[in-house]
C-alpha cells in the first residue's frame, strides 16, 4: 500500500510543477481579469458537473465569503447549486441546456464565465461557453487533457496536462486557491 500512497503523491507533486511551469503566467492573466470584472461591477459566474460542480462551488464561496481576508463579499455565483432550476431547465431544455440557459438569464456585459471540465468537453459546459462567446462575455476555462472542444470559445483556457482525472482536478483546485489569494491581496491589501 505504500508504494502505491507514494506513486499517487509522485503524481500530484508532478502536475503540479507542470501546472507552476505552464500555467502560471495564465493563472496571472485570470486574477486580471477577475480584478477587471470586480472593480468595474460585474460578477462572476461559474459551472461544471460532479467534482468539477463541486470545485465551481468551493470558487463561489471563496469569493462571496472570504478566502483568506477579513473583506466585504464580492458578486458570484455557482450555476450548479439551484435543483429547482437545474431539474427544470433539464426536463424542459435537456441537461445540456442546464448552464446555458442560466447564462442567458443571468450574464450581462462585464461578467466573467468560468467553466471547469476535466475532460474540456462537457457538452453543457460548451454550450454556456459558446453562448457567453456569441455574446462578446469574457470566457475564462479550467480544463484537462488537451482542454477539449471546450479551449476553443475561451478567452483564456488553463488546461491542467494530464489525462488523469483526479490530478486535473487537484490542479483546478490548487488554481482556484491562488487565484482567490491573489485576488484578495489586489483588491484589498
Same mark, same amino acid.
Given at each position: 500500500m505504500i508504494p502505491e500512497i507514494i506513486s499517487q503523491l509522485t503524481a500530484h507533486r508532478? =502536475?503540479?510543477?507542470? =501546472?507552476?511551469k505552464e500555467?502560471?503566467?495564465?493563472?496571472?492573466?485570470? =486574477?486580471?481579469?477577475l480584478v477587471e470584472t470586480f472593480t468595474n461591477g460585474g460578477k462572476l459566474l461559474v459551472m461544471g458537473n460532479g467534482g468539477s460542480a463541486?470545485?465551481?462551488?468551493?470558487? =463561489?464561496?471563496? +469569493?462571496?465569503?472570504?478566502f483568506?481576508?477579513?473583506r466585504r463579499g464580492l458578486p458570484a455565483i455557482a450555476l450548479s447549486t439551484d435543483t429547482s432550476i437545474l431539474t427544470?431547465?433539464?426536463n424542459d431544455y435537456g441537461f445540456d441546456n442546464v448552464f446555458r440557459r442560466q447564462v442567458e438569464a443571468l450574464a450581462v456585459p462585464g461578467d466573467l464565465i468560468v467553466? +471547469?471540465?476535466t475532460s474540456g468537453n462537457s457538452p453543457n459546459v460548451l454550450q454556456a461557453l459558446e453562448l457567453a462567446h456569441e455574446k462578446g462575455y469574457r470566457t475564462v476555462g479550467l480544463l484537462g487533457k488537451d482542454g477539449g472542444s471546450i479551449k476553443a470559445v475561451c478567452d483564456l483556457a488553463l488546461i491542467v496536462p494530464t489525462d488523469d482525472t483526479p490530478r486535473v482536478q487537484e490542479g483546478h483546485i490548487t488554481i +482556484?486557491?491562488?487565484?482567490?489569494?491573489?485576488?484578495e491581496k489586489t483588491l484589498f491589501a
Open positions: 508532478d =502536475v503540479i510543477a507542470k =501546472v507552476e500555467l502560471s503566467p495564465l493563472i496571472a492573466e485570470m =486574477v486580471t481579469l463541486a470545485d465551481a462551488q468551493h470558487f =463561489v464561496a471563496e +469569493i462571496v465569503g472570504r483568506k481576508m477579513e427544470a431547465i433539464g467553466g +471547469i471540465s +482556484i486557491h491562488i487565484v482567490c489569494d491573489l485576488l
